[in-house]
């Protein structure tokens, strides 16, 4: 089946890292994907990871992937309160359908 | 590069009635996906078309239709409206099926 789950909301302070953490059921998947949504506006592609990695590092954004655990977690280094968003990790199945979590919300305090 | 557009941003229907939204896929993308986002939820998959065919459908009943067009843009189209269609509306277009998705701002539709 598919199901991918996250945590609601996480805060942390400007400057720390964050951690937003996701799992996931479809062990077929290729790719997993990290996108960010801000209020009232669509989905931004932030990241993503093929499945035979792995991490990958793109400036601030560190992903992680267990394959073993089906879990996956997106890094942002130096948080700022730009940062303020829904995050959403996706895995694709082979119907070529993202299938998305519910969000963490990530609120940057100063 | 143009990126995907759609139209309108937002829109206000009555049960019953039927909606149709536009979506204008990113210059070369040759696929489209539509999804559903209600309020604090996940988006959730309704279909992807690939050179005008649909190829792929989620779990959602057949008053939701679609369609794509030469130029790859494409129509989401919802009869007998219920007040549970109420939710952000996403286009997303991609290279090729399996490809990386690009979103659109979204319709947000409310149905009273």
């Known amino acids: 089946g598919e199901d991918v789950e996250q945590s609601l909301f996480l805060s942390v302070r400007e400057g720390d890292s964050s951690v937003i953490n996701c799992t996931y059921t479809d062990s077929s998947s290729t790719y997993l994907y990290w996108y960010k949504q801000e209020p009232g506006a669509g989905l931004q592609l932030l990241t993503y990871i093929f499945s035979n990695m792995d991490m990958k590092q793109d400036q601030r954004l560190t992903v992680l992937l267990n394959k073993k655990d089906k879990h996956l977690s997106l890094r942002i280094a130096d948080t700022q309160t730009g940062d303020s968003a829904i995050y959403f990790c996706a895995e694709i199945t082979i119907a070529s359908k993202l299938t998305f979590g519910t969000g963490t919300r990530l609120q940057v305090t100063l | 590069e143009t990126g995907v557009t759609q139209s309108p941003t937002h829109l206000i229907k009555t049960r019953g009635q039927q909606v149709t939204l536009r979506c204008s896929s990113q210059?070369?993308?040759?696929?489209v996906s539509w999804y559903q986002q209600a309020l604090g939820q996940g988006p959730q998959f309704i279909f992807q078309?690939?050179?005008?065919?649909?190829?792929g459908r989620g779990n959602f009943p057949p008053r939701f239709s679609g369609l794509q067009f030469p130029n790859y843009s494409s129509e989401l189209n919802v009869n007998a409206l219920e007040l549970d269609d109420s939710a952000l509306y996403l286009c997303?277009?991609?290279?090729?099926?399996?490809?990386?998705?690009?979103f659109g701002s979204g319709t947000q539709l409310s149905v009273l």
């Open positions: 078309y690939y050179r005008e065919e649909e190829n």
């Open positions: 210059s070369g993308h040759n696929t």
């Open positions: 997303a277009s991609s290279l090729a099926t399996n490809e990386k998705l690009f």
